[in-house]
């Protein structure tokens, strides 16, 4: 998941990519930009959004972090 200030830094996005090239089974990484939609579940219960405050991402957010793993890995997807 690509949540912005959290997982979007691009030295670790860099990093990940490395390492999960060396990974003989891996078929496919999706990119799942973090968005709003379930804010409204919290409220419903009762339970403090740890992610409150924390914008949606872009999808030039996911475009960048797509590119950076394109390098990489050969089956790369934003979901």
Known sequence: VLV???TDQL???EAWAKTFSSY????K???LPYH???D???KEMG???PLKGVPAATQADAEKAKAIFDKYLKNVEIA
């Not at 003989?24 to 078929?27: A, H, N, P, Q, W």
């Open 11 to 13: 030295q670790h996005l």
């Open 40 to 42: 409204h579940k919290y």
């Open 47 to 49: 339970i403090k959004n």
């Open 4 to 6: 912005p200030g959290w």
């Open 29 to 31: 990484v999706q990119i």
């Open 24 to 27: 003989k089974s891996l078929k």
């Open 36 to 38: 709003l939609l379930g």
